[in-house]
Nanobody, 128 residues
Framework: VQLVESGGGLVQAGGSPRLSCAAS????????IAWFRQAPGKEREGISC????????YYAAPMKGRFTISRDNAKNTVFLQMNSLKPEDTAVYYC??????????????????????WGQGTQVTVSS
């Protein structure tokens, strides 16, 4: 099983990079996929999640309207389009896979413990 993130790097404030999460070794279509991030000295936080089957999406409040999650099941890949980046978005960004879809009301998707597989992360550094 592998989840491999890519697309990170050094970005200027206001930039719009797109992160990718390529999955292998499991039935991708059956898994909800989420993005998390962790900044130095801070706890890991959920960014967004996309369910399997119905493709319902969820976002943490600070990211709503700036970030967009999508998935391409044919390519076993999930994307995170990030817009209007700020220096406080600097973090390591991780994707994670959950065999069980989070609740439809959006109350459970950001619980890291529910995810079965994690990627190694990709660093995003936003310069001012």
């Amino acid at each position: 099983v592998q989840l491999v993130e890519s697309g990170g790097g050094l970005v200027q404030a206001g930039g719009s990079p797109r992160l990718s999460c390529a999955a292998s070794g499991f039935i991708f279509d059956d898994y909800a996929i989420a993005w998390f991030r962790q900044a130095p000295g801070k706890e890991r936080e959920g960014i967004s999640c996309i369910r399997s089957t119905d493709g319902e999406t969820y976002y943490a409040a600070p990211m709503k309207g700036r970030f967009t999650i999508s998935r391409d099941n044919a390519k076993n890949t999930v994307f995170l389009q990030m817009n209007s980046l700020k220096p406080e978005d600097t973090a390591v960004y991780y994707c994670a896979a959950d065999r069980e879809n989070p609740s439809l009301d959006g109350s459970t998707w950001s619980e890291g413990i529910r995810y079965d597989y994690w990627g190694q992360g990709t660093q995003v550094t936003v310069s001012s």
